[in-house]
């Protein structure tokens, strides 16, 4: 499929999707959801692809929010929908990833922008990000999953209080608070992104896969349970048999 909407660079094991929509502050229009989708989706297939990092083009915005135009067509009837197909096919298939996806926040993560990035694994910011909710300017909330994982990060009082007022956060302000895991200079976001990616690809993939899945199920009521069996299907793993032996034998681990 030829993308319009993003770019795709792959080196090694890592998958690189750039929103290329720098004239609209790489705003989500329903394209680009789509071609989100459909690259997200390739990627899961291939065994090639270990690590995922996803970040807007140029050096003022991340994802600015959804395209406004395109909310003029929203009615009561077809707007349960669009809320519902997008978090289905590109928020809720990032958060559910079984390959680690890094969000690089390169600028303006709003709205939906940073609805994309809460789905994300990992999120580095640059020093000159700005991160919020401001959907209640335009008379609605966020419906990408970002009241229900904006709370589940940093909880429930802040996360109200970010949606409420519709204030931006710096990048500060967003590692303070837990909502981003690192903040660099804007020259080095890919940098510490990528030294982020090589660890990961250091560890086995499986075992990977059920850690996200373990987490991912932390406050759900078969969370526990779900950590027991995604422990014990790595225990019938050829990566297991490695690790253990290679920590036995005093040596680094040759996983595949």
Not at 137 to 157: D, F, V
């Amino acid at each position: 499929m030829n993308f319009e909407n993003i770019l795709l660079d792959q080196r090694n094991a890592i998958l690189t999707i750039t929103i290329n929509r720098e004239n609209k502050l790489n705003a989500l229009n329903q394209a680009t959801l789509s071609e989100l989708h459909v690259a997200l989706l390739d990627a899961q297939k291939k065994e090639a692809i270990r690590v995922i990092i996803i970040t807007g083009k140029g050096s003022k915005s991340f994802v600015a929010g959804a395209d406004i135009s395109e909310l003029r067509s929203l009615t009561p009837q077809n707007s349960g929908d669009f809320a519902r197909s997008a978090q289905i096919n590109v928020f809720n298939l990032i958060e559910n990833s079984t390959k680690p996806i890094i969000a690089v926040i390169n600028g303006y993560a709003l709205g939906g922008g940073l609805e994309l990035a809460l789905a994300c694994h990992i999120r580095i910011a640059g020093e000159n990000a700005k991160l919020g909710l401001p959907e209640l300017k335009l008379g609605l909330i966020p419906c990408y999953g970002g009241t229900q994982r904006l709370a589940s990060l940093i909880g429930k009082g802040k996360a109200l209080e970010v949606i409420l007022t519709s204030d931006m956060l710096s990048a500060q302000e967003a590692l303070q608070v837990g909502l981003v895991n690192h903040v660099t200079p804007l020259s080095e976001v890919i940098k510490k992104a990528e030294e982020i990616a090589h660890k990961i690809l250091k560890n086995p993939p499986h075992a990977a896969a059920c850690a996200i899945r373990a987490v991912n199920a932390y406050d759900t009521s078969d969370g526990f349970e779900t950590e027991i069996n995604a422990f014990t299907s790595c225990v019938e793993t050829d990566e297991f048999t490695e690790g253990v032996a290679a920590f036995l034998e005093k040596r680094d681990p040759k996983f595949n």
